[in-house]
């Protein structure tokens, strides 16, 4: 576990090693071209961009895909707890359209298709969820044909920036991509003019590996090696990059990283000159040699949750000890009831019409945020629901930004701005947060 901080007498884990806990157990999906031609071949059109005329039936259903269990299960309270307090924010504001929003009653299952089934039955405009990427198609296939628009606060797999959903699929957290130029940084920072990369076999470790390059390029660093290695065999990558001499190594893994660590340390690169990625971080302790991690530092995605938005958590569900995809869950629901008052129509279509415009995002080729507008034409920033709510009443374009940070949707359903919490080891090979960076073009 992260550090932790203490919360109305509850312990809350920061995110808790959110990338390991998110698909450690699962079977993260393999390509972004496998992913695109596997997708929804069935879907036409684009219900984030295209035209839509009213069809919803006056109320506004939320509903939940929880696919969390064994050692993940804990993260569906989270979730539920964040959807729960979203929802009793706007049915004080006065719902949709003067009708209580309704969330539909939870099921926690890993057949995640079977549950979009459910949830389709049950008339839901909006589905957030599910956690797990691998998961992901076959919730987004049932529920795009049925248009329904889908929010994910996890999915993190670089290639559902691809997948063809018929733009009804959107998720509120980055794609595994968006963290490489904030390494790169970290890197750059403590100095580094040339960098090395240790990437795990398998997608993350490749995907994000090829980014670091790139960030790497753009940030005038340069890549004198970039090594793959097998979980538990990286003694021939370590030593790729020992013979390189960068000044800095940048690991990208998730269950190899101790090993990779250790083989690291042997070679005499560890400590202030690794970097890790957002699977690699953990609090190792006496799992790694004295000193081993002394001086490094690593990333997790998101901010560090206020004590006020904790303590709303903790008053939905006072036995909640973590918080990992809260924050993410309470703004997809916010944005989707949000959506809906823009287009003062509740069905799913409308909804995926009017999540970029309302999350502040531009469905412009390469999801460039547009600059800001002024005077009566000026999107207004809101916090929450009830002000975005006043904003269009108000009749100007509302542009939410929530707990999460700001989002604002691109042309995939990618977030366009990344947040990341900084974690710097001590002698102890124990983490502690030090920092934050913002990764400023995230989407896939």
């Known amino acids: 576990m992260l550090p932790s901080a203490p919360v109305h007498g509850t312990t809350v884990p920061v995110r808790s090693g959110v990338a390991r806990l998110r698909f450690a157990a699962a079977v993260v999906i393999a390509a972004g071209t496998a992913l695109v031609l596997a997708g929804c071949s069935g879907q036409t059109g684009n219900a984030r961009v295209d035209a839509v005329d009213a069809g919803g039936d006056g109320t506004l259903r939320i509903g939940l895909i929880l696919d969390n269990t064994g050692k993940q299960s804990f993260l569906n309270s989270s979730q539920l ?166 000044d800095a190594v940048i690991l990208v893994a998730r269950t190899g990283a101790q090993g990779a660590i250790a083989e690291l340390n042997n070679k005499g690169l560890a400590g202030k000159k690794l970097i890790l990625s957002d699977g690699a971080i953990n609090q190792y302790g006496s799992a790694l040699g004295s000193k081993a991690l002394d001086g490094a530092r690593g990333i997790l995605p998101g901010v560090f ?75 207004a920033v809101c916090k929450n629901y009830k002000e975005c709510a006043d904003a269009i009443k108000a009749g100007k374009p509302a542009d939410y930004d929530g707990e999460s940070g700001r989002i604002g949707f691109d042309a995939n359903g990618d977030v366009t701005s990344a947040n990341y919490m900084v974690f710097t080891y001590s002698a102890d090979n124990k983490a502690r947060m030090t920092g934050s960076e913002t990764a400023a073009r995230a989407g896939g």
């Open 305 to 379: 949750p206020s004590a006020h938005f904790q303590g709303e958590l903790v008053a939905v569900d006072p036995g909640l000890k973590d918080m990992t995809f809260a924050a993410e869950t309470y703004d997809a629901v916010n944005l989707a009831a949000i959506a809906a008052a823009a287009a003062q129509d509740d069905a799913g279509s409308s909804i995926a019409a009017g999540l970029i415009a309302v999350s502040g995002g531009s469905a412009k080729s390469g999801g460039t945020v547009p600059s800001a507008a002024s005077g009566e034409d000026a999107a």
């Open 81 to 246: 707890a964040a959807a729960k307090l979203a929802v009793e924010e706007i049915n004080a504001a006065g719902g949709h359209k003067g009708r209580p929003v309704e969330l539909l009653p939870e099921k926690i299952s890993e057949d995640t298709t079977a549950q979009a089934k459910e949830l389709v039955a049950a008339k839901a405009d909006v589905v957030i969820g599910p956690t797990d990427s691998s998961r992901a198609p076959g919730a987004i296939d049932v529920l795009a044909r049925a248009k329904v628009a889908v929010i994910s606060p996890a999915n993190a797999a670089h290639g559902l920036s691809r997948y063809r959903s018929g733009g009804y699929y959107f998720r509120t957290s980055a794609a595994d991509v968006a963290q490489a130029p904030v390494l790169v940084k970290l890197a750059k920072d403590g100095g580094a003019r040339t960098i090395a990369v240790l990437h795990e076999e398998g997608s993350y470790g490749k995907d994000v590996s090829v980014a670091v390059s790139a960030a790497a390029k753009a940030a005038g660093l340069g890549t004198v090696a970039d090594a793959e290695f097998t979980p538990g065999q990286a003694q021939q990558a370590a030593t790729a990059a020992k013979a390189a001499g960068p």
